[in-house]
């Protein structure tokens, strides 16, 4: 089945410095990967959406990559922030181009001053 | 409106009982998605709506499960006789339009919880 696997386990990281989260997927190839970050208690909010001919993309102090070859994409947050912790959420589009998202489970960032 | 605003926001309600949550997405958008977040589990597609009608309806769990879109506007998912494992967080999201290129704007969710 088609899959999208983040690390489960909390990424706990000092400010300052770099957080980078994985996202892989297994038996399709994506056309595109959007991100999304999730506060407690709130849906959520939409970031970055990398296509799969872009090996990067930036907002701020936000970047996205994506290898098609090894299937994953990885998110980094740069000069992170105690307000960058968040659960990060990995999707794809599926397939029939009605939009629906299939989400990975999150990667839950902590941010320590 | 702001954005996506969805009503209760919270609910609780005994096993058996129907419920009715409501989805007010942003005016002009057209595609509108309905998706579950059960504890410790990844948010999960129910619905998608384009206009009033629901082309995929792939993701709703079972028949106890319906939802409409009237004026290509508000939405109401339906539980019927509610059970345990209906509970969860329902977010409604919408985009301008279908397809990869349009990002969801997600409401704050409905928190369900079936005693």
């Known amino acids: 089945s088609q899959k999208i696997e983040q690390n489960s386990e909390a990424l706990n990281i000092q400010e300052g410095k770099t957080a980078t989260l994985t996202c892989n997927y297994t038996?399709?190839?994506?056309?595109?990967l959007q991100w999304y970050r999730q506060d407690p208690g709130r849906g959520p909010v939409f970031l970055l959406l990398?296509?799969?001919?872009?090996k990067e993309k930036r907002k701020e102090r936000l970047k996205v990559t994506f290898d098609t070859t090894l299937k994953q994409s990885l998110f980094h947050i740069t000069a992170s922030q105690p307000a960058d912790s968040a659960t990060y959420l990995c999707?794809?589009?599926?397939?029939?181009?009605?939009?629906?998202?299939?989400f990975g489970q999150g990667t839950t960032l902590q941010v320590k001053p | 409106g702001a954005g996506v605003s969805q009503s209760p926001s919270n609910k609780v309600t005994e096993k058996g009982k129907d419920v009715e949550l409501r989805c007010d997405p942003i005016?002009?958008?057209?595609?509108l998605y309905w998706y579950r977040q059960s504890l410790g589990q990844g948010l999960e597609f129910l619905i998608y709506?384009?206009?009033?009608?629901?082309?995929?309806k792939s993701g709703l769990p079972s028949d106890r499960f319906s939802a409409e879109r009237t004026g290509g506007s508000v939405s109401t998912l339906t539980i019927q006789r509610t059970q345990q494992e209906d509970s969860a967080v329902y977010l409604c999201?919408?985009?301008?339009?279908?397809?990869?290129?349009?990002?969801?704007?997600f409401g704050p969710g409905t928190r369900l919880t079936v005693l």
């Open positions: 709506f384009q206009g009033n009608s629901a082309p995929d």
């Open positions: 005016s002009g958008h057209t595609a």
């Open positions: 999707t794809w589009g599926g397939s029939g181009n009605t939009g629906k998202l299939i």
């Open positions: 038996n399709y190839s994506p056309a595109y």
């Open positions: 999201a919408s985009s301008f339009d279908r397809g990869v290129n349009n990002e969801q704007f």
């Open positions: 990398i296509r799969e001919n872009e």
